[in-house]
Nanobody, 124 residues
Framework: QLQLVESGGGLVQPGGSLRLSCAAS????????IGWFRQAPGQEREGVSC????????NYADSVKGRFTISRDNAKNTVYLQMNSLKPEDTAVYYC?????????????????WGQGTQVTVSS
């Protein structure tokens, strides 16, 4: 069964850090671009960051630029999202998704596989 599994979410104080992981099972991530998305209660899903299959190209939403870093380790079949200087407005369920090509955009229809999400809560 082809699936993506996110992990690493939790409760953190403002200014803190978390590292999310997106692991694939049933297929290899080597040939896929990966996007991270988030959705807060009552809000639309938004794209956070994406990375090409090689890792050579990345993109960040303005809201996280300079604070979040996306990376991948294809040997471990895993993509990471390092989140620093977290703010309460970063609170959301975070999802990773795989696309067959990298476009630097966050259109949902470009992504074939989606994980179930991991909750990130930033609160004092």
């Amino acid at each position: 069964q082809l699936q993506l599994v996110e992990s690493g979410g939790g409760l953190v104080q403002p200014g803190g850090s978390l590292r999310l992981s997106c692991a694939a099972s049933g297929f290899t991530l080597d040939y896929y671009a990966i996007g991270w998305f988030r959705q807060a209660p009552g809000q639309e899903r938004e794209g956070v960051s994406c990375i090409s299959s090689s890792g050579g190209s990345t993109n960040y939403a303005d809201s996280v630029k300079g604070r979040f870093t996306i990376s991948r380790d294809n040997a471990k079949n895993t993509v990471y999202l390092q989140m620093n200087s977290l703010k309460p407005e970063d609170t959301a369920v975070y999802y990773c998704a795989a696309a067959p090509y990298y476009s630097g955009s966050y259109y949902g229809h470009e992504y074939n596989y989606w994980g179930q999400g991991t909750q990130v809560t930033v609160s004092s």
